[in-house]
């Protein structure tokens, strides 16, 4: 497995607990040393544990030395990060880098997955780049072989995954492949790479486009005095419309959907395709995130010198992630606004603190609420559901809420004295 962030730790460590033996290989020195000791570098449920174990019986081990992972392996895994250019292209830097790597380490048979998400024929692109590199020509296959799994639930996701989907021409490998994920109870798609490396593009931006929607239904909903959240559970009924990813917010974030939107767009443009819709997606998702601010600003009556409470700061709960996180954005348009930002965030203040370099953080919640002219509720930490609001009511300056992710019940805060607003309701 070489990168040992959130999807080659993830896989590593589920591989390993599937029976098989497994190298994880990272460049980042510090990493590999404390995993190689049981300490997890991210907040993922459960994975701890997966790789504690595994670490015990010996299945998973971690590593720098890409050539000894390579050369003792049969199965490669590329899952390093492909973050977006300055005109959102996927930057292959690192998948390219590795590749070569891997050129330089063949010794028998491989089969090469590429489980990053990357632009259409980065599939052929990794294989010439091998093909290229290698000193005496030794058989290998290159496979497409995209990832489903989701932050906050992705041990579960692995094990339990919607979709196996393997792009190759190579039966070889597909043989192979499928046998390696033989534990694993899923639907298999077997296509040709191009379309594998479409799947993954098309299914991020189909889920941030319905989040979008159902962003600019609340939207219009607030508009005509209807209740967004009435109205997705009457069009999630609907089969084809489904209950899932009907939740209004501050505007989608994180380290996939806003990334692969715009590689996309690009591949869209190169290839002299107007991608209008998702065009629109990208646009009305920035316009969710400035609405959300402009509100928080509105309801405090203006946020120069104004405290403001931030409650949240990963993408979305259950993660430390802050990679592209709408609080994050929404926490800095409220410092550009003139407000003072106090945050505090169950598992990402480490990461937040890097981000917000202008923001105060405070220990817990009630101590975010502490002399606050307003609360924002930026994720949607179960935590934050369950909070004695009567209490946070007590310390806060003036009693306003700004929920951004529906999380809180209206009549409930407002019985307490809160004046509280949400998102299309
Ligand atoms: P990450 O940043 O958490 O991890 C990438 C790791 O690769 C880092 O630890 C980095 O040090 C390492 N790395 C980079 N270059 C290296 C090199 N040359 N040699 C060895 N190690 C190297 O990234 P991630 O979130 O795990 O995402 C990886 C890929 O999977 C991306 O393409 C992403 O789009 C895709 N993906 C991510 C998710 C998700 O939820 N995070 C889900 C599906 C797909």
């Given at each position: 497995?070489?990168?040992?962030?959130?999807?080659?730790?993830?896989?590593?460590a589920?591989?390993?607990?599937?029976?098989?033996?497994?190298?994880?290989v990272?460049?980042?020195?510090?990493?590999?040393?404390?995993?190689?000791?049981?300490?997890?570098?991210?907040?993922?449920?459960?994975?701890?544990?997966?790789?504690?174990?595994?670490?015990?019986?010996?299945?998973?081990?971690?590593?720098?030395?890409?050539?000894e992972?390579?050369?003792?392996?049969?199965?490669?895994?590329?899952?390093?990060?492909?973050?977006?250019?300055?005109i959102?292209?996927?930057?292959?830097?690192h998948?390219?880098?590795?590749?070569?790597?891997?050129?330089?380490?063949?010794?028998?048979?491989?089969?090469?997955?590429?489980?990053?998400?990357?632009?259409?024929?980065?599939?052929?692109?990794?294989?010439?780049?091998?093909?290229?590199?290698?000193?005496?020509?030794?058989?290998?296959?290159?496979?497409?072989?995209?990832?489903?799994?989701?932050?906050?639930?992705?041990?579960?996701?692995?094990?339990?995954?919607?979709?196996?989907?393997?792009?190759?021409?190579?039966?070889?490998?597909v043989?192979?492949?499928?046998?390696?994920y033989?534990?694993?109870?899923?639907?298999?798609?077997v296509?040709?790479?191009?379309?594998?490396?479409?799947?993954?593009?098309?299914?991020?931006?189909f889920?941030?486009t319905?989040?979008?929607?159902?962003?600019?239904?609340?939207?219009?909903?607030?508009?005509?005095?209807?209740?967004?959240?009435?109205?997705?559970?009457?069009?999630?009924?609907?089969?084809?419309?489904?209950?899932?990813?009907?939740?209004?917010?501050?505007?989608?974030?994180?380290?996939?959907?806003?990334k692969?939107?715009a590689?996309?767009?690009?591949?869209?443009?190169?290839?002299?395709y107007?991608?209008?819709?998702?065009?629109?997606?990208?646009?009305?998702?920035?316009?969710?995130?400035?609405?959300?601010?402009?509100?928080?600003?509105?309801?405090?009556?203006g946020?120069?010198?104004?405290k403001?409470?931030?409650?949240?700061?990963?993408?979305?709960?259950?993660?430390d992630?802050?990679?592209?996180?709408?609080?994050?954005?929404?926490?800095?348009?409220?410092?550009?606004?003139?407000?003072?930002?106090?945050?505090?965030?169950?598992?990402?203040?480490?990461n937040?603190?890097?981000?917000?370099?202008?923001?105060?953080?405070?220990?817990?919640?009630?101590?975010?609420a502490?002399?606050?002219?307003?609360?924002v509720?930026?994720?949607?930490?179960?935590?934050?559901?369950?909070?004695?609001?009567e209490?946070?009511?007590?310390?806060?300056?003036?009693?306003?809420?700004?929920?951004?992710?529906?999380c809180?019940d209206?009549?409930?805060?407002?019985?307490?004295?809160?004046?509280?607003?949400g998102?299309?309701?």
């Amino acid at each position: 497995m070489i990168g040992a962030g959130y999807v080659g730790l993830v896989t590593g460590a589920c591989l390993a607990d599937l029976g098989h033996t497994v190298l994880c290989v990272d460049r980042d020195s510090e990493k590999i040393e404390a995993l190689s000791a049981g300490r997890v570098p991210i907040y993922e449920e459960g994975l701890e544990a997966v790789v504690g174990k595994n670490l015990e019986s010996g299945d998973l081990r971690f590593t720098t030395d890409i050539q000894e992972a390579v050369s003792k392996s049969m199965f490669v895994f590329i899952t390093v990060d492909t973050p977006p250019d300055e005109i959102g292209r996927a930057d292959m830097t690192h998948v390219e880098e590795v590749a070569r790597s891997i050129a330089c380490s063949i010794n028998d048979y491989k089969v090469i997955i590429n489980k990053s998400t990357v632009p259409i024929g980065s599939t052929k692109m990794v294989d010439t780049i091998i093909e290229e590199s290698m000193e005496e020509h030794l058989e290998y296959d290159v496979v497409s072989n995209p990832e489903f799994l989701r932050e906050g639930t992705a041990v579960a996701d692995f094990l339990n995954p919607s979709r196996i989907v393997i792009g190759s021409d190579s039966q070889k490998a597909v043989r192979l492949l499928t046998e390696l994920y033989r534990g694993l109870d899923a639907p298999l798609l077997v296509t040709d790479p191009v379309s594998a490396e479409m799947i993954k593009y098309a299914s991020n931006a189909f889920l941030a486009t319905k989040v979008t929607y159902i962003n600019a239904i609340a939207n219009l909903c607030e508009a005509i005095g209807a209740d967004v959240r009435e109205v997705a559970i009457g069009m999630g009924y609907d089969e084809r419309i489904g209950f899932e990813f009907l939740k209004p917010g501050p505007g989608f974030g994180g380290s996939c959907f806003p990334k692969d939107c715009a590689a996309l767009l690009a591949i869209s443009r190169d290839h002299g395709y107007d991608f209008d819709l998702l065009d629109g997606v990208l646009k009305v998702n920035q316009e969710q995130h400035e609405r959300t601010a402009a509100r928080v600003d509105r309801m405090a009556g203006g946020l120069k010198g104004k405290k403001v409470g931030v409650l949240g700061l990963s993408f979305k709960a259950n993660t430390d992630d802050v990679r592209d996180s709408p609080a994050i954005k929404v926490a800095r348009m409220l410092l550009e606004r003139g407000a003072e930002v106090i945050a505090f965030d169950p598992r990402a203040m480490e990461n937040g603190r890097r981000e917000l370099p202008g923001a105060g953080f405070a220990e817990n919640a009630y101590e975010v609420a502490r002399g606050a002219d307003i609360l924002v509720l930026l994720t949607e930490w179960d935590e934050f559901k369950w909070l004695d609001y009567e209490r946070v009511r007590g310390l806060m300056a003036s009693p306003r809420v700004m929920d951004a992710r529906n999380c809180l019940d209206p009549v409930v805060l407002r019985k307490l004295g809160f004046t509280y607003e949400g998102i299309g309701r």
